[in-house]
């Protein structure tokens, strides 16, 4: 049996904690950069098909907030 010195003990609580703490801090900036994103890149009008453009077989809009032609 092997015993665990208080020195390794708390190496391995240091090294735990700095992964934790690397963790979350690679969480909270990846949510960052997601509402970063979300807020600058809000197209004004992307270019699509309209109800009653195109074969009956294709997907349009259900509701389109740009002005029609």
Do not use: D
Not at 48 to 68: M, Y
């Amino acid at each position: 049996m092997t015993t665990r010195t208080p020195m390794t003990v708390s190496r391995q609580r240091t090294t735990i904690w700095i992964f934790v703490a690397a963790g979350i801090t690679l969480l909270v900036a990846a949510n960052a950069h997601l509402v970063y994103v979300a807020a600058t890149s809000q197209p004004e009008c992307v270019e699509h098909l309209r109800i009653g453009e195109g074969s009956a077989q294709q997907f349009s809009a259900a509701k389109s907030s740009c002005s029609s032609r």
